[in-house]
T-cell receptor
Framework: TQLLEQSPQFLSIQEGENLTVYCNSS?????LQWYRQEPGEGPVLLVT?????EVKKLKRLTFQFGDARKDSSLHITAAQTGDTGLYLC??????????FGEGTQLTVNP | NAGVTQTPKFQVLKTGQSMTLQCAQD?????MYWYRQDPGMGLRLIYY???????DKGEVPNGYNVSRLNKREFSLRLESAAPSQTSVYFC?????????????FGPGTRLTVT
């Protein structure tokens, strides 16, 4: 059962454009993480959000956790080719486990 | 500090063969995990170990076994490989940071079963 749905599944944009990726669930999570994965490598943790309504910024990336802790978004401002990759959200469930979304494949074209 | 290491990086097996995927972490983490990643499916948890000496089934455990050899090492065994087990396998370890689980992944093992 896929508890986390990400949208869009694929996104291709031009360098300099802004974009938003969404991660939605009907379940409440105690925390939510965003990871980025490049081809041939494992996912790398970008950010963790814990509090409902929390907003975190990492340079041009802005992460928001929904008030009800069921959803999250990732906004990238002025995308660069180096932002290309697979973005995964993951919600923390019980027992030290994470449930992952299916990912958003982002391609930023020069 | 190597983080999470996995061996081998690539493997091709014939149906029915067995193999063990090795994973080690040097971050002194208590929890370790095995995932598989298939196109369009995200990461699915196979087994995890919350601490040394304990293991638990995840979402897709059938056809796999695990061993938590010590705090550093967590291996995944395929006793009789099947084509459905063709996938990329990731090992991860975790700590609690900022009040939440934060996982660190290895580089993956790309397994093809013919």
């Amino acid at each position: 059962t896929q508890l986390l749905e990400q949208s869009p599944q694929f996104l291709s944009i031009q360098e300099g454009e802004n974009l938003t990726v969404y991660c939605n669930s009907s379940s409440v999570f105690s925390s939510l993480q965003w990871y980025r994965q490049e081809p041939g490598e494992g996912p790398v943790l970008l950010v963790t959000v814990v509090t409902g309504g929390e907003v975190k910024k990492l340079k041009r990336l802005t992460f928001q956790f929904g008030d009800a802790r069921k959803d999250s978004s990732l906004h990238i401002t002025a995308a660069q080719t180096g932002d290309t990759g697979l973005y995964l959200c993951a919600g923390e469930t019980s027992g030290s486990r994470l449930t992952f979304g299916e990912g958003t494949q982002l391609t930023v074209n020069p | 500090n190597a983080g999470v290491t996995q061996t081998p990086k690539f493997q091709v097996l014939k149906t029915g063969q067995s193999m063990t995927l090795q994973c080690a972490q040097d971050m002194n983490h208590n929890s370790m995990y095995w995932y598989r990643q298939d196109p369009g499916m995200g990461l699915r948890l196979i087994y995890y170990s919350a601490s040394e000496g304990t293991t638990d089934k995840g979402e897709v455990p059938n056809g796999y076994n695990v061993s938590r050899l010590n705090k550093r090492e967590f291996s995944l065994r395929l006793e009789s490989a099947a084509p459905s087990q063709t996938s990329v396998y990731f090992c991860a370890s975790s700590e609690v940071g900022q009040g939440a689980i934060e996982q660190y992944f290895g580089p993956g093992t790309r397994l093809t079963v013919t």
